[in-house]
């Protein structure tokens, strides 16, 4: 079975490493994953003078690499680079998937900032609109047909591939940094034009007519009509607010004063959240998301945890109104084991298993000696553990 992790931290900076640092302390089950390095922003942030504490200041790549190995020793595991690109928030496990797999866990907390403003280049502010677009969503299907170019190192480009290889003719993927997860996604599209250089220039009289590209190979001048931009902090979030996830007028992740968001078991913190930009503010927030993070992976496990008994049913009672059970009839010395029920999203947690376990403990108590087993679920169950049933007469009849 796929494991489930307590806590699935998106970012593995300020607010990341200090949330899985708390978590995995408490001995929590905690795993970062991050599209590009350990660090974040604080591997390009130079000297910090600010930070409280540290008398004479320190480099940002230092402090990174501290709170990195301080994380490591209470046990996080660390994913990257691995981009995440969609959830699926559905139901108590939820699903984080990347790039290249697919991630569980019973919370996640979003810390995978933004708000860093990126520079433009030359050309593009006048020609937004006129073909520079930072939503290939929204554009994409304007351009069918014709060249276009796209950049960016962000997991929202491996979206935008998506949908402008199926309407652009040509689409010229510009590639400023090294990101083997991002060429790997494009390689699957024939129609993809990989050029590992730095965007200097996007030209055109009124509307967009070309790129002007500078690498190895000099300066390229590349004719398209259209330039989609998925930058550092252009829409990051849009996957967030795919999910069900409420953002701020300004597309931040929206946050209460417990770094929660409106889903529950989902927390945020950081620059993400459009809070402050500073690397106390975002430590500080990864401490408190990951404190109400656990509080609900505690609560949620308590009742997962809790059997209780109406008559002739143990159950549950997963969440509000969803319940996994064993029913059961008693008649004279004899456990008539009926059926087994747990809601499909919440298969392969054991759940069933332990209902079963503690249905049993009652047939001993009341003093049972045959169980009629007429649920396939609990034969492969006895089948499994049959040194463990203690000293019943069991008789399979199976009708469920
Ligand atoms: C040049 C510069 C100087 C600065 N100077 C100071 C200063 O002196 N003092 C100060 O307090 N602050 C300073 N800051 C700000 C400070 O560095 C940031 O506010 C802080 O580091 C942000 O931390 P964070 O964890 O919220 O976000 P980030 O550090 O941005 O971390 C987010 C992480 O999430 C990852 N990520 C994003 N999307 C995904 C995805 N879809 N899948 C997987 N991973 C993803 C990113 O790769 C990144 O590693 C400076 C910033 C800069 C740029």
Known sequence: ?????????????????????????????????????????????????????????????????????????????????????????????????????????????????????????????????????????????LYRGVDVACIGNSGKIIEDLKILTSTARRVYLVLEEENGELEKAASQ???????????????????????????????????????FIAGEGDGKNEIYGRAGIALTDEGYVKVNLKQETNIRGIYAAGNCT??????????????????????????????????????NIFYVEIEEGKRAYHRFKVEEDCMIMQSTYTPPEYRGLGIAGRIVGEVLKYAGKIGVKK??????YVKRWIEKRRGEIGEFEVEYDIKA
Do not use: H
């Open 1 to 141: 079975m796929k494991t489930i992790y307590d806590v699935v931290i998106i970012g593995c900076g300020a607010a990341g490493l200090s949330a899985a640092t708390y978590t995995s302390r408490e001995g929590f089950k905690t795993l970062i994953i991050d599209e590009k390095n350990l660090g974040g922003e604080l591997m390009s942030t130079g000297k910090i003078d600010d930070y409280l504490g540290i008398f004479g200041g320190v480099s940002g790549v230092q402090l990174a690499m501290n709170m990195y190995r301080q994380a490591l020793k209470f046990g996080v595991e660390v994913k990257c680079p691995e981009t995440i690109v969609d959830l699926d928030l559905n139901g108590i496990v939820k699903k984080i998937i990347t790039g290249s797999g697919e991630y569980r866990g019973y919370s996640i907390i979003i810390t995978s900032g933004g708000g860093e403003s990126r520079s433009l280049v030359e050309g593009e502010a006048k020609l937004i609109g006129r073909g520079v677009s930072y939503c290939a969503s929204c554009d994409g299907p």
């Open 189 to 227: 599209y024939g129609n993809v034009v990989t050029v590992k250089g730095r965007l200097l220039k996007i030209g055109g009289s009124g509307k967009v007519e070309e790129i002007i590209v500078e690498g190895d190979f000099g300066r390229r001048r590349i004719p398209v009509s259209a330039v």
């Open 274 to 311: 459009g809070r402050g930009f500073n690397v106390a503010i975002s430590i500080g927030d990864g401490l408190m998301a990951a404190i109400s993070a656990l509080k609900y992976v505690k609560s949620i496990k308590a009742r997962m945890g809790e059997i209780k008994r109406e008559s």
């Open 371 to 376: 169980l009629i087993v007429e649920c396939s």
